[in-house]
């Protein structure tokens, strides 16, 4: 099981808001279909573990019936939507901070995409999208994937789109 790492924040209103975003998902009240738009069979994230302005950690268990998995190996099309997913729960957190409804985002562009490994099914994965620019409703990110040890599975940037 990972540890949830809690971020250091500044006193104030955002403190208090991340509280108590963070004690709805420990009780349980609080699920991931809250902060993205994709339903299963097609969602790709299970829970968040850090998020702060410009860093969202997540992880996932890959399972045997997942529909981006082939072979025993969630293939590069899941690793791709993982990295996006964990974006979405980033710009969903946000949101729900904000006390805003959920919206939905598109990608706008892959740069830089490598794939060293595919995981195994029931393997769990995390991934960490690094934001590295933001101009209205476009949002530049570093996303990697890797297993609890630190391999990497894939890595890219993406170009991500909000509707707002």
């Not at 573990?49 to 992880?59: C, E, F, G, M, Y």
């Not at 979405?88 to 901070?97: D, F, H, M, P, V």
């Amino acid at each position: 099981m990972l540890a949830l790492v809690i971020p250091c924040l500044n006193a104030g209103k955002r403190s208090e808001k991340f509280s108590n975003v963070l004690k709805l998902f420990m009780s349980g009240k609080f699920k991931i279909s809250e902060l993205i738009p994709q339903r299963d069979p097609i969602v790709m994230v299970d829970k968040i573990i850090h998020s702060d302005d410009n860093l969202t950690v997540t992880s996932f268990k890959i399972r045997e019936d997942n529909i981006f998995c082939s072979q025993g190996f969630l293939q590069e099309s899941g690793l791709i939507e993982n990295i996006a997913q964990t974006a979405a729960a980033r710009a969903g957190y946000i949101r729900k901070e904000k006390e805003l409804e959920t919206i939905v985002g598109y990608i706008g562009g892959i740069k830089n995409l490598r794939i060293n490994a595919l995981p195994e099914d029931d393997a769990e994965i995390v991934t960490t999208v690094k934001v590295t620019n933001t101009v209205f409703n476009v949002t530049i990110v570093k996303g990697e994937v890797r297993n609890k040890n630190g391999f990497v599975f894939a890595e890219c940037e993406m170009k991500i789109f909000l509707n707002q």
